[in-house]
């Protein structure tokens, strides 16, 4: 780096964040393309530990690059990689092997996208953020409790969380009116269906609207696929239904449907293109649009998951309580 610095001084070590990346080495590759993927979101270092199970001895690589050509005047910054290859042998010792890898005084995120949570745990101590996939978990009931435990411990970036964005976002611009405020106490039904392994994403959507509008949480109960249940607000019931979508391919929901007493519906979809949204007012009088550029992808939610571990999302937790509440 300094030798680099001295070739070209507009070249300057990026010092925003580190991050700690437990994988074992026959997915080194996948997870290295991952994150190859994710823009200008990338760790200022990033440390992976790359364990295979019958390796006996340490070894390690170091690797300093910037993405950019700097001409005169111009800054750009260096990104650094270590990869640690360590074995079964080693795992006992992994915070004595990480942290003098880790940049201090950085804010530190750790991410293990295959599992491998008691690593992760004995890492805990170097972190303020951990990047999990609630899609990734054996059960929805576990990825939960697992969360909650979390985030106890720690600032909690949940890749599942993030799928939901456009979503949310929609759904509270839709409501954002002045006119519109006052269905906000008067919804009845929220119907949401997602991708099989996502069940926490679409809790999390219902958690959301939960958590935000003072609903009162009730357990919901398990129908086949689907989840099924009312939350209450004062003396009004809401009928809460997750359904399952065995023909969508990606990670995160397929579709959301809100009603209201009033007769209003606002529903959204995955389209081409975007998400599709179609609402229905009052007085039956009904509208169809695409929403362009809703999704971000697969990489782009890698990227977002990185950004917001130097942000603080005030509603995951009071989404993630209120899930706790509805779980069976």
Not at 27 to 45: I, M, P, Q, T, W
Not at 119 to 144: R, T
Not at 280 to 296: K, M, N, P, V, Y
Request: net charge neutral; with cysteine.
């Amino acid at each position: 780096m300094r030798r680099l610095h001295a070739e070209n001084g507009g070249l300057v070590p990026a010092r925003a964040l580190n991050m700690i990346a437990f994988v074992e080495s026959r997915f080194a590759d996948e997870v290295a393309n991952r994150l190859s993927k994710v823009g200008r979101y990338h760790a200022s270092r990033t440390i992976v530990l790359s364990y295979e199970k019958r390796r006996t001895s340490l070894d390690a690589r170091a690797v300093v690059s910037s993405e950019t050509q700097t001409g005169a005047g111009e800054l750009g910054l260096l990104r650094e990689r270590v990869v640690v290859e360590i074995g079964e042998r080693h795992l006992d010792d992994l915070l004595t092997i990480a942290d003098p890898l880790v940049v201090s005084d950085l804010t530190t995120v750790l991410w293990s996208p295959r599992g491998h949570e008691h690593e992760l745990d004995s890492l805990l101590s170097l972190a303020q953020v951990v990047l999990v996939d609630s899609h990734d978990a054996v059960s929805f009931g576990e990825a939960i409790a697992r969360a909650c435990r979390l985030s106890r411990q720690a600032y909690v970036v949940d890749l599942a969380w993030l799928r939901s964005i456009p979503w949310r976002e929609r759904i509270a611009a839709a409501f954002d009116p002045p006119a519109m405020r006052p269905e906000l106490e008067r919804i009845e039904t929220v119907s949401v269906r997602h991708h099989p392994a996502s069940t926490v994403a679409a809790m999390l959507f219902a958690g959301w609207l939960a958590s935000r509008l003072g609903w009162r949480g009730q357990r919901l109960n398990e129908h086949g696929s689907s989840l099924i249940g009312t939350q209450r607000a004062g003396k009004r019931e809401i009928a809460i239904h997750l359904e399952q979508a065995p023909e969508q391919q990606a990670p995160g929901l397929q579709s959301v449907a809100i009603a209201t007493t009033s007769g209003r519906r606002l529903g959204l979809r995955r389209g081409e293109g975007g998400l599709r949204a179609r609402s229905r007012d009052g007085e039956g009088r009904e509208r169809e649009w695409t929403i362009l550029g809703a999704s971000r992808g697969e990489p782009g939610i890698l990227g977002e998951g990185i950004r917001q571990a130097l942000l603080r999302e005030p509603t995951y937790v009071p989404a993630l309580t209120a899930v706790e509440e509805m779980a069976p």
